[in-house]
């Protein structure tokens, strides 16, 4: 585009000196126009050479003052623990002073890591993401992942700082799985994708852990949650078959055939299998009986563990058939597997899989919460720093106050996400050592679901706004910012989708027979007692007493036999247990002791929206059957019902 525009002071110059965007010699032209005279070849070689040097000063110090228009000082952060100020009132209030005082030592010693070292390791990530090379220069089939030295590095440094081992070491009791969320909260962000892996890596430990780690399975054990990095092993989750998606029931077609040995093979195709460079996995398959029939449905699922690779690296009879080319979460190698005959070993009662699988649901869901929380948090740090530098129309963007208006109400969301995702890792470490009662895992299997559905649709949000609030800069791939948001917009995907995850948080209520839902609102209410008291507290409470109100005379309202309504209300119902639930923490949070004000003014925020979308929307009629037949018209018109 520039090459086509001459500045004004060469619009005399006759002679083409400039083709395709680049200047010809001066000494290559034999007469020369200048300003109208006329010069001999001698006369003009002088000329050119004063009129050059003169072009380029002026393009020189045209280049600089450019420059200096559009420099913008980076945005940057410090020690991500020491600037987290939620994070560190949360563990002040909560946890026991010995250990708090041991865990802070180690949190700000891992914040420096993260800082100095693996920020760096994930940027390194996201340049050089994984390659597949199917063959060799010879011509034999080696179906080889290669992965960048700072990815191996991430896997090296998770064993290192014991981001699996935590949780099964116990050393903190039932606080241990608390403080193994807080340092992957805060390693997330900076992992460069390695996060997902160990995602698996601890539903696969939780898996082997609740079988009681059979003698087969506990070298995988050990080395799963292993701080040695010569040892650690990652797990893959092998779930997704061709006909996608999470109706595994229906959708997966591997078939399991039993060897002499007791073992299995395994043959089938795994169409999205995430950390395809993992050393073990766990995958479902059909049994074949002798006639090589399988039992179709959940009930002819079976669970099973494969090794990836044997000693000698080599596929344990898997082909990778390609990468897959995704939208986000590059760096790490998510491919397509024939399975041809996998050696495997049978891990759950034959049938019984998709009941073995549901703790590494559970696990991999938190982590998700895990990090839609932190993905929220490092944007809007960004965000903030960068409106202290940012001048815009005379100011810095922190003295604007719609800007600051705008990143406050990111702030809240964030806060609120964060509350709830460290009541549910409390939560999960009670159940864990044996210490929960029975309504707080009947709580706490409401609660994975609706935090995982409610925080991913979040994460997406604020990431999008947080992007927005750096302007032009916020779409530049090199800044960093768009990688995060690319790696956000998968977290209302995996694990579940948002209507796939409220049609479960709607099978928890049913098969509790309603014990769950006395069970959540008898927590909220007691939550809001304290809250209640307060002054300034006490418009937050009485909304939401509110809310708690509209939502039980809604489910009285549905009664029995309305299951399309309720299906049709599940996506609402859920959004409404997670922003009462989430303003209930935000209250206890502001009603301690040493509460700050801007504890306050995030529960009051929080509750000045509408904290029970189900029942203001079934007050509309958007769950009835003329709702139904509309919702059809609208989306595929009157000649497709």
């Not at 922190?398 to 109400?409: D, F, G, I």
Request: hydrophobic residues 40%; proline residues 3%.
């Amino acid at each position: 585009m520039f090459a086509c525009r001459l500045p004004w002071w060469r619009s005399s110059v006759t002679c083409k000196s400039w083709q395709s965007g680049h200047f010809v010699p001066w000494g290559s032209c034999q007469m020369l126009t200048v300003k109208g005279v006329n010069t001999t070849v001698g006369q003009e070689q002088q000329a050119g050479m004063k009129e050059k040097q003169m072009l380029e000063d002026s393009e020189m110090h045209l280049a600089r003052r450019d420059t200096e228009a559009l420099f913008q000082e980076q945005p940057k952060t410090g020690n991500p623990y020491l600037e987290d100020t939620l994070l560190q009132s949360y563990l002040k209030t909560h946890l026991p002073l010995k250990v708090l005082e041991e865990m802070h030592q180690n949190l700000e010693r891992f914040g420096k890591r993260l800082l100095n070292e693996i920020q760096p390791l994930g940027w390194e990530c996201e340049l050089n993401p994984p390659v597949f090379r199917q063959f060799d220069a010879w011509g034999r089939r080696v179906d080889h992942i290669h992965t960048c030295l700072a990815w191996r590095r991430m896997k090296e440094i998770s064993a290192e700082e014991g981001l699996i081992a935590e949780a099964y070491e116990r050393r903190y009791t039932h606080w241990s799985r608390l403080y193994q969320a807080v340092k992957l909260y805060l390693f997330s962000s900076s992992s460069g994708g390695f996060s997902c892996p160990l995602a698996m890596t601890d539903g696969a430990a939780k898996v082997i852990e609740s079988l009681g780690i059979p003698g087969s399975l506990k070298n995988a054990f050990d080395r799963l949650t292993s701080r040695d990095p010569e040892m650690f092993w990652t797990s893959g989750q092998w779930m997704t078959e061709r006909r996608g998606g999470s109706d595994v029931a229906n959708g997966t077609e591997t078939v399991a055939r039993k060897q002499p040995d007791g073992t299995y093979r395994l043959y089938g195709f795994k169409w999205f299998t995430s950390a395809a460079d993992s050393d073990m996995a766990l995958t479902l398959a059909r049994i074949a009986d002798a006639e090589g029939q399988c039992t179709q449905g959940s009930r002819g699922l079976s669970l099973f563990f494969l090794r990836v690779r044997d000693e000698q690296g080599k596929l344990n009879n898997i082909q990778v058939q390609r990468l897959k080319d995704k939208l986000g979460t590059r760096q790490m190698a998510t491919a397509e597997l024939w399975l041809q005959g996998a050696r495997a070993e049978l891990i759950s009662a034959e049938g019984r899989g998709v009941a073995a699988i549901a703790n590494m649901l559970n696990i991999t869901r938190i982590h998700n919460v895990i990090g839609a929380v932190a993905a929220m948090r490092r944007m809007i740090s960004l965000s903030r720093d960068y409106a202290c530098k940012r001048v815009a129309f005379g100011k810095l963007l922190k003295n604007h106050p719609l800007h600051v208006q705008t990143m406050a109400r990111m702030e809240v969301q964030v806060r609120g996400a964060f509350l709830l995702l460290m009541d549910i890792v409390r939560l999960l470490g009670l159940t864990e050592t044996n210490l929960a009662s029975e309504q707080e895992q009947l709580l706490l299997r409401l609660l994975i679901p609706v935090a995982k559905l409610y925080t991913g649709k979040q994460a997406s949000a604020v990431a999008i706004e947080a992007m927005e609030s750096f302007g032009g800069q916020g779409y530049m791939e090199d800044t960093g910012l768009p990688v995060i948001l690319r790696d956000a917009l998968v977290l209302s995907i995996w694990e579940g989708t948002t209507n796939v995850l409220s049609l479960d948080v709607l099978r928890s209520l049913a098969k509790s027979q309603g014990q769950v839902m006395a069970v959540f609102l008898s927590t909220v209410k007691k939550k809001l007692e304290l809250a209640s008291g307060i002054k300034e507290l006490s418009p937050a409470a009485q909304r939401a007493q509110e809310a708690i109100g509209s939502l039980q005379q809604f489910m009285t309202n549905m009664g029995i036999g309305r299951a399309l309504s309720m299906e049709l209300a599940a996506r609402d119902f859920s959004y409404s247990l997670a922003r009462i639930y989430t303003g209930a923490l935000l209250m206890e949070h502001a009603a301690r002791p040493g509460a700050s004000p801007t504890d306050t003014c995030a529960a009051l925020r929080w509750c000045h929206q509408e904290l029970c979308p189900v029942a203001a929307e079934s007050a509309r009629g958007s769950y009835g059957d003329k709702a139904v037949v509309q919702d059809s018209t609208l989306v595929f018109g009157s000649s497709r019902l």
